[in-house]
């Protein structure tokens, strides 16, 4: 189902009217009351919304503001658990780089409009034209959130990421949408033509959705379904499941394979690597011709931060992986560390001091130091074959 962006109401008044449902918002508390928009026919089957994450609450949203009724699923006892999470607690919720961009429309063919451009990327190209950045950024100042750019374009609460969530849900209750928390669906599948006419003769829906709820087993029918009930990242924080491939298939929908996007990259438990837990240095990931001058973070498990969650969705290329480079240095090329190696080992020769420094400590200059020194160690002094302690010195 397509819903074109409506812009924000620029305020909120506190609707007193009949409860029609009662959930969990952000902050675990019970929803307020629900209104539902003036002139809307109740008797219309209404349009269901699996999943309460961005991508759900903003359908909802949208399709309530149309005027259609909403029923939104949300497994969690919660709302936007992925949210909450998301840029270490505050939530990078878009970005605004020019070079961001660009590649979203890079493959448009020039003078054509962005309807009629069905290449590979198009969908993103026409999502990010009828939705620009500014327009969620004018939804966010409408709720006087204050944000910051950190570099690369990227824009953060400065707050707290559950400012996003609860936006999210005023904004779906102000459009009288129906939220029920801990509420799983089942299956979902098309009405028959016999069953889409109720009793009183009014329409019943094109699709029954069978969900439980409170150990009971319920259903609804509905006109339009909206599944936006993410993939299978995060199951263990977020108890994201393989919902939506199940109901694709049901539907006899093509399902590519399916891999990991957006993840850490796991080592073995043995790599020394392991005692790097919370050190963090700027790289260069670059993985085939991508690559992503960013941040990376040491885990008790591997390495996260942002240069290697953009790079992971570009690990496999035809169930094959490729390989993943780090540039530990980003902003120097061969030849200029190469002078600084050798600057720094005349430095060394020419100290009146007898005590050669070892090369660990000048990696230090430059990178942080239980890296330099585990990688001194462990990696280069290694593949070199020579003492942990060895210093730098210059050839004649």
């Known amino acids: 189902m397509h819903v074109p962006w409506v812009p924000p109401c620029p305020g909120f008044a506190a609707h007193r009217a009949r409860n029609l449902t009662q959930g969990a918002g952000a902050s675990g508390r019970p929803l307020g009351p629900v209104r539902r928009a003036q002139?809307?026919?109740?008797?219309?089957?209404?349009?269901?919304?699996?999943?309460?994450?961005?991508?759900?609450?903003?359908?909802?949203?949208?399709?309530?503001?149309?005027?259609?009724?909403v029923i939104l699923l949300e497994k969690n006892?919660?709302?936007?658990?992925?949210?909450?999470?998301?840029?270490?607690?505050?939530?990078?919720?878009?970005?605004?780089?020019?070079?961001?961009?660009?590649?979203?429309?890079?493959?448009?063919?020039?003078?054509e409009l962005v309807e009629e451009v069905q290449s590979d990327g198009?969908?993103?190209?026409?999502?990010?034209?009828?939705?620009?950045?500014?327009?969620?950024?004018?939804?966010?100042?409408?709720?006087?959130?204050?944000?910051?750019?950190?570099?690369?374009?990227?824009?953060?609460?400065?707050?707290s990421a559950r400012q996003i969530v609860d936006m999210l849900q005023q904004e779906c209750l102000a459009a009288s949408v129906d939220v029920y928390t801990e509420a799983e669906c089942l299956s979902v599948s098309a009405?028959?033509?016999?069953?889409?006419?109720?009793?009183?003769g009014s329409e019943a829906g094109r699709f029954r959705v069978v969900y439980s709820k409170e150990e009971e087993t319920k259903e609804l029918h509905a006109e339009a379904v909206v599944v936006a009930c993410g993939g299978l990242s995060?199951?263990?924080?977020?108890?994201?499941?393989?919902?939506a491939q199940r109901l694709a298939r049901s539907f006899d929908l093509k399902v590519s394979g399916v891999r990991p996007g957006?993840?850490?990259?796991?080592?073995?438990?043995?790599?020394?690597?392991?005692?790097?837990?919370?050190?963090?240095l700027q790289v260069a990931a670059s993985i085939g011709n991508m690559s992503f001058e960013e941040?990376?973070?040491?885990?008790?498990?591997?390495?996260?931060?942002?240069?290697?969650?953009?790079?992971?969705s570009y690990w496999y290329d035809h169930d094959h992986p490729k390989a993943l480079r780090l540039d530990l240095l980003p902003y120097m090329n061969e030849e200029d560390v190469l002078h600084w190696l050798q600057r720094r080992a005349e430095s060394c020769r020419n100290r009146q001091s007898q005590r050669r420094m070892p090369a660990s400590e000048?990696?230090?200059?430059?990178?942080?130091?239980?890296?330099?020194?585990?990688?001194?160690?462990?990696?280069v002094s290694q593949r070199l074959h020579v003492s942990p302690s060895a210093g730098l010195e210059v050839e004649h």
């Not at 500014?134 to 609460?157: P, R, W």
Request: aromatic share 8%; proline share 5%; with cysteine.
């Open 295 to 312: 941040q990376i973070l040491f885990t008790h498990q591997g390495i996260s931060g942002p240069a290697v969650l953009q790079a992971s």
């Open 191 to 200: 009405a028959s033509a016999a069953r889409r006419v109720t009793a009183s």
């Open 39 to 69: 002139g809307r026919t109740t008797s219309a089957a209404p349009v269901v919304v699996l999943g309460g994450g961005a991508a759900g609450l903003l359908a909802a949203m949208t399709a309530g503001r149309r005027g259609r009724p």
């Open 262 to 280: 957006l993840v850490p990259l796991r080592l073995d438990p043995n790599a020394w690597t392991r005692s790097l837990t919370g050190v963090s």
């Open 234 to 243: 995060y199951a263990k924080t977020c108890g994201a499941t393989d919902l």
């Open 77 to 111: 006892a919660v709302l936007g658990k992925k949210i909450r999470i998301s840029g270490g607690g505050r939530c990078n919720f878009t970005n605004i780089s020019e070079n961001l961009q660009k590649a979203y429309h890079s493959s448009l063919p020039e003078g």
């Open 362 to 379: 000048e990696l230090a200059r430059k990178l942080p130091r239980r890296f330099a020194d585990g990688f001194w160690i462990h990696e």
């Open 122 to 159: 198009s969908f993103f190209q026409k999502a990010f034209k009828r939705y620009p950045p500014e327009k969620f950024i004018a939804l966010v100042e409408s709720h006087g959130i204050k944000y910051h750019e950190k570099k690369l374009g990227q824009l953060f609460c400065n707050k």
